[in-house]
């Protein structure tokens, strides 16, 4: 029997280092999306607290403990569809932000719980800034005014 000629690689070897090659490559891209999504995500999660605290601000700023005791007698939740014609005790530009060029108009809700006994005996009534920032990632903040 007469061997072959060692010096080169087979083509099966040739193939099976390509598709290792790939293997590894998909895997790195696929790592290096990932990344770069989370990312983005982590900038505009930023950006969405930064527009929720200044709403958040606007709101103390803008209304009193008694203005929204007497406009709240179920809880109302807020946003830029409903604003104009739900009357609110302040004005509805506080849903209007455009930061590092992205427009949060129709990315925010502000809902405002009905005070309870409880609430009222300590007067304070509870609200809550939602901001939508990353497809369907949303943050929520918390806020207070009270008497």
């Known amino acids: 029997m007469r061997l ?11 193939v099976a280092s390509i598709v290792i ?3 590894v490559m998909a895997a790195a891209l696929t790592i290096i999306v990932n990344v770069r999504n989370q990312t983005l995500a982590a900038n505009e999660k930023i950006n969405a607290i930064e527009v929720a605290t200044m709403i ?16 709240l007698d179920t809880d109302k939740i807020i946003n830029s569809n ?6 609110t005790p302040f004005s509805c530009t506080i849903l209007s932000y455009d930061l590092d060029g992205k427009e ?4 925010i809700t502000i809902t405002f719980y009905k005070p309870d006994a409880e609430d009222l005996s ?5 609200f809550k800034v939602t901001v939508n920032y990353y497809s369907t990632r949303t943050i929520e903040l ?5 008497e």
């Open 4 to 14: 072959l000629n060692k010096k080169g690689i087979s083509l099966i070897e040739a």
């Open 21 to 23: 090659i790939t293997f």
């Open 56 to 71: 958040r601000d606007d709101i103390y700023e803008q209304v009193t403990y008694a203005e929204l005791v007497s406009w």
């Open 82 to 87: 409903n604003c104009a014609g739900s009357s």
């Open 104 to 107: 949060y108009t129709g990315l």
């Open 122 to 126: 300590y007067g304070v009534i509870n």
């Open 142 to 146: 918390v806020g207070m005014v009270y």
